[in-house]
């Protein structure tokens, strides 16, 4: 912890997942007009695709959603273009060679987060107050999750024990 927080918090449950799927970014909503009214909804690619997503989730949900306040780690690992030279591909697999191309951390984050909170591993993606996401190359497209729930005080009591530590 930094000095920021004093206090180390209580971890009260931890999920770690790895998905064998190249990362991809959640695609924008469309609108639609209704005679004088306008709507939203999303497009059929991001439905099948989060589908997809949410398949390859089913076996870590938790039997009940996390209640507390929520740390996301996660890294989207993205295989090396096959169109690149070997010295790239070398360099991109030692961490030399970043990977700074679309699609954007925020969307793919956004994706993720869209279909943990479908699933019911937590109520609301409010309650992440801390979130960290990595965009590098691998030699295999994959999501790297981890989501820590973390005791918050309910009361003073629990606020002075939490306190002392």
């Known amino acids: 912890m930094s000095d920021l927080f004093p206090v180390k918090?209580?971890?009260?449950?931890?999920?770690?997942?790895?998905?064998?799927?190249?990362p991809t970014a959640q695609r924008r909503v469309r609108f639609r007009s209704y005679g004088k009214f306008v709507g939203t909804h999303k497009a059929p690619e991001?439905?099948?695709a989060e589908d997809f997503i949410m398949d390859y989730l089913k076996p870590y949900v938790p039997e009940?959603?996390?209640?507390?306040?929520?740390e996301l780690t996660m890294r989207a690992v993205f295989p090396?273009?096959?169109s690149?030279?070997?010295?790239?591909?070398?360099?991109?697999?030692?961490?030399?060679?970043?990977h700074i191309k679309k699609?954007?951390?925020?969307?793919?984050?956004?994706?993720?987060?869209?279909?943990l909170q479908t699933m019911g591993f937590f109520k609301n993606d409010s309650q992440i107050f801390r979130s960290k996401?990595?965009?590098?190359?691998?030699?295999?497209?994959?999501?790297k999750i981890?989501?820590?729930?973390?005791?918050?005080?309910?009361?003073?009591k629990e606020y002075r024990e939490f306190m002392k530590g």
Do not use: F, H
């Open 103 to 115: 699609p954007d951390k925020d969307n793919i984050e956004k994706n993720i987060l869209d279909c």
């Open 133 to 143: 996401t990595e965009k590098c190359y691998g030699e295999k497209g994959m999501w």
């Open 64 to 70: 009940n959603p996390m209640m507390g306040a929520i």
């Open 46 to 48: 991001q439905v099948k």
């Open 84 to 98: 690149k030279p070997q010295w790239w591909a070398d360099a991109a697999l030692s961490g030399a060679i970043s």
């Open 146 to 156: 981890r989501l820590r729930e973390y005791q918050v005080p309910q009361s003073k």
């Open 9 to 22: 918090p209580k971890i009260i449950s931890e999920i770690t997942m790895e998905l064998l799927i190249i």
């Open 80 to 82: 090396v273009p096959a």
